[in-house]
């Protein structure tokens, strides 16, 4: 840490100390309130309309809930969709990978941790931690968004004068990797999906939640019964638009574990990668 003499500067904190000692403990309090600021913790219940067949949360319904935390954390510092329409910028969902500790069930209760965490190149990095109502941790994950020009369609970092928000708490870790970088998948064709509407979400494109479900359906109901994700990641690589035709390939990696690969039929590219273990 640089010494600016007799006074002492961090993160927009200025303090003046006399010993090594009364400068960390000041920095401490300060880092430990900037955090409580910077963490946001959100409740949920599991309704029904959010399980399975079985009773279990859908993957999906889990992916939404860090969605939603990570809406309400945007919106609580500043950086929400109202926010950002005035500068026509959106957030979009780049990467995500999440590990499940076991699966979340109908009237479960607990509540979904999130931060930022650090900025990579283009991506703002997010960690969460998904607990139930007894401290146990039910899920991690690890996601990276991207700033978008509504207008031009390319992503940017935000023009700010303190970007600290964005890394400030760098080393405050989910205890997951950052999100993957899926490779490409050499599998067979197993579904094709023609968009409807309810597959949109406000920014007029295929919502995130959407392509887990495509990928959870190309399994059997039997395989269903007896297997329940452990993790998961997906790479969106392009947007997929209303009424477009996406082919879903996938290959067995390994045993329970699946690589796949969304190919939009009407453009002729790739819109997105995934993979699935059990």
């Not at 600016?4 to 401490?28: C, Q, V, Y």
């Not at 590990?99 to 703002?124: C, F, H, N, S």
């Not at 094709?192 to 479900?213: A, C, G, Q, W």
């Amino acid at each position: 840490m640089r010494n600016h003499g007799p006074e002492g500067k961090r993160a927009g904190l200025w303090f003046t100390f006399r010993d090594t000692e009364s400068f960390f403990i000041m920095l401490n309090q300060h880092l430990t309130s900037q955090a409580g600021e910077l963490i946001l913790s959100m409740p949920f219940s599991i309704t029904s309309a959010e399980t399975d067949m079985y009773g279990r949360a859908r993957l999906s319904a889990l992916i939404n809930l860090l969605i939603q935390s990570s809406i309400q954390s945007a919106d609580r510092l500043g950086f929400g969709y109202s926010d950002f329409r005035p500068q026509n910028l959106f957030w979009v969902l780049s990467r995500i990978s999440v590990e499940i500790a076991g699966p979340l069930r109908w009237m479960q209760t607990g509540e979904v941790e999130t931060w930022p965490k650090d900025i990579d190149k283009l991506l703002y990095i997010r960690d969460f931690i998904v607990r139930d109502n007894r401290e146990r941790i039910l899920a991690r994950a690890s996601s990276g968004w991207l700033t978008v020009d509504m207008e031009s369609k390319r992503s940017k970092l935000i023009d700010l004068e303190d970007p600290s928000v964005f890394f400030s708490l760098k080393d405050r870790h989910a205890g997951i990797h950052r999100p993957e970088k899926l490779g490409p998948v050499q599998g067979e064709a197993v579904a094709e999906r023609k968009v409807s509407y309810f597959d949109l979400d406000i920014n007029r494109h295929v919502t995130t939640t959407r392509y887990f479900d495509w990928m959870m359906d190309t399994f059997s109901y039997e395989f269903h019964r007896s297997r329940y994700p452990k993790t998961a990641s997906v790479n969106f690589l392009k947007e997929i638009r209303p009424e477009e035709t996406i082919e879903i390939l996938r290959c067995e990696t390994a045993e329970n574990n699946f690589a796949f690969e969304g190919i939009n039929k009407s453009r002729n590219l790739t819109a997105f990668r995934g993979r699935i273990t059990f």
